[in-house]
């Protein structure tokens, strides 16, 4: 069903989002009155949350690493909606784990630059005249591991600490016209939101105690953040990085 548009229709493009936190994104967007336009490269991922709500979401197979895949879901984003006033670039590689960084070869890490970091500055490069007209907003999905680290995580990091980074030089650049903020997920647990048949065993006592705000995230906590940060709520706030992860990147931890 082709959307009635009108002039109080709000219209998202997010990437990533047929799985994990993109799809918590698109879920909670659409179920809050949004069009929601979502790219991802699975198929059959995407076909299916689309199915769920014909009226708001619309899925577009592409990967953001391709700049031609990137100008054919916005053109087809604007041209199914005939307008755009957020763009969340959540697409990403997440396993951050690439060994020991004297066997990362240079294949592993140029495709975590690709999707990660270069993805989100593609697609914001072609959404932004459209953007512009809307007065629109950007959030980019980066990580506490811009900030802190475990072994053997080189190439994520980097991608993380670029996004940041390109957040704030775009706010920059695009304000007072455009709105660029990034949120930095800590533990969210997305496996209910893989597309798994099996069930999910429950976490733990510990993995969530060891949190300062007494347990794991989920999607739809990085999900309602997305929704404020793209609101006239949030006119006021712009180049800033989100810490979204309990607390953990505050808490002191030292081997007793």
């Known amino acids: 069903m082709e959307p009635h548009v009108t002039s109080s229709d709000r219209v998202a493009l997010v990437t990533g989002g047929a799985k ?3 799809r918590a994104i698109v879920q909670d967007l659409s179920q809050s009155g949004w069009l929601v336009a979502f790219c991802d490269t ?28 990137v100008e054919r879901v916005v053109a087809a984003t604007i041209e199914w909606a005939g307008r755009l006033d957020a763009l969340v670039n959540n697409a990403g590689i997440a396993n951050p784990e690439t060994g020991p960084v004297e ?9 975590r630059l690709d999707v990660n970091l270069t993805g989100p500055f593609l697609v914001t490069k ?21 900030l802190q680290s475990e072994p053997h995580t080189e190439a994520y990091a980097a991608t993380k600490g670029g ?5 704030h030089a775009l706010a920059m650049s695009l304000g007072p016209d455009i709105r660029v903020n990034c949120i930095s997920p800590g533990w969210i647990d997305t496996r209910a939101w893989q597309g798994g048949k099996d069930p999910v ?4 006592a510990d993995d969530h105690g060891q949190h300062p705000a ?12 997305v929704a404020y940060l793209i609101s ?17 990147v505050r808490k002191m931890i030292y081997r007793e």
């Open 20 to 22: 994990g936190i993109g």
């Open 42 to 69: 699975d198929r059959e991922a995407g076909e299916q949350l689309a199915a769920t709500d014909r009226r708001h979401i619309r899925f577009f197979q592409g990967d953001v690493a391709s700049e031609t895949d």
């Open 103 to 111: 066997q990362l070869s240079l294949a592993q890490w140029q495709r």
């Open 126 to 146: 072609h959404a932004v005249p459209t953007l512009r007209e809307s007065r629109g907003a950007i959030v980019n999905m980066a990580s506490t591991r811009a």
């Open 163 to 167: 996004i940041v980074a390109l957040t």
């Open 201 to 204: 065993a429950p976490l733990d």
């Open 214 to 225: 007494g347990r794991v995230g989920e999607p739809e906590d990085i999900a309602g953040l």
């Open 232 to 248: 006239p709520a949030a006119s006021f706030i712009t180049g800033q990085n989100f810490v979204a992860d309990g607390g953990m």
